[in-house]
């Protein structure tokens, strides 16, 4: 709610609440809910409570700070626990987007790639890191993904909670065409954009895995199998300059955590396989 001078009220922060759960290790689990999946139910397992009355977009700001602090799970299996958070990987994939090859720039729209890169993981904030290794069935993780991205658009963003229903609904626009290339409520329609940000999602990945191995003198094998579902030829060639480029191991792999089946059922609705 905004004063007679447009200063934005503090009725948001004071009202939103949030207390991590202190059971356990580590932080609380958003996946783990008994019965069907809610964003409700997440929320609750999170200790997050949401306004009855939500006029600003300062609610769903205090929510996606999760994406600064949940770490990338993937990592984490591997025994790397002050690795990347989700935060992390999306801010360099912005960057890359930024310094994209001619050709791609000539083909896409930089500023929806932009958005892409930004938005791709924003319900991940409720949703958590899902990972190939969690064998969670594509359409379920994309179910809750979607009902989240639903949830900061129809209850915290938009005109009747004191946003822009444009800004809103072009977030949700984006998300669902890069999770399905759905454009106009059409699913997979082709989108340059879409083929371009998924490919950055997995060399962003792959120069994190290279930079892990480095520092921290493992062999981090099993993430360079993601390299074969890169789409643009051009992108395929990043991805094979890091890879070239990991440092020579002289000990084997460690226990995959995340078998090449697993991989193919996780990018299976997304990627053409080569």
Same mark, same amino acid.
């Given at each position: ?123 991940? $904030?409720?949703? #958590?890191?899902?990972?190939? %290794?969690?064998?969670?069935? &594509? ?5 809750? @993904?979607?009902? /989240? ?9 938009? $005109?009747?909670? #004191?946003?822009?229903?444009? %800004?809103?609904?072009?977030? &949700? ?5 890069? @999770?399905?290339? /759905? ?29 892990? @191995? ?61």
């Amino acid at each position: 709610m905004e004063d007679s001078k447009g200063a934005i009220s503090t009725e948001a922060f004071n009202n939103f609440s949030y207390t991590p759960s202190t059971s356990g290790p580590a932080q609380a689990s958003p996946t783990q809910i008994d019965g069907e999946w809610t964003v409700e139910k997440a929320l609750a397992a999170l200790g997050i409570e949401i306004p009855e009355e939500v006029n600003s977009p300062i609610t769903f700001f205090h929510i996606i700070e999760r994406l600064k602090t949940t770490k990338r799970q993937g990592w984490t299996r591997h025994g790397i626990h002050d690795g990347e958070s989700i935060a992390d990987h999306m801010h360099r994939m912005g960057i890359m987007v930024l310094f994209a090859p001619p050709s791609v720039r000539s083909s896409v729209s930089l500023d929806k790639c932009l958005k892409m890169a930004m938005l791709h993981d924003i319900a991940e $904030s409720v949703v #958590g890191d899902i990972t190939p %290794s969690d064998d969670m069935p &594509r359409d379920e993780k994309s179910r809750r @993904e979607a009902v /989240t991205v639903d949830f900061f658009v129809d209850r915290l963003l938009g $005109s009747a909670h #004191g946003g822009d229903d444009e %800004s809103a609904a072009e977030m &949700r626009a984006v998300w669902h065409e890069f @999770e399905s290339g /759905t454009i106009n409520g059409v699913p997979n329609s082709p989108s340059p954009e879409r083929d371009f940000v998924q490919d950055l999602d997995k060399i962003e990945m792959l120069l994190q895995m290279s930079e892990y @191995e480095r520092r921290h003198g493992v062999n981090l094998e099993e993430f360079t199998y993601s390299a074969t579902k890169i789409r643009m030829p051009v992108m395929q060639t990043w991805a094979n300059e890091i890879i070239a480029g990991r440092p020579k191991h002289s000990k084997p792999a460690g226990p995959t955590i995340a078998s090449r089946e697993q991989q193919d059922r996780y990018y299976d609705s997304n990627c053409v396989f080569k």
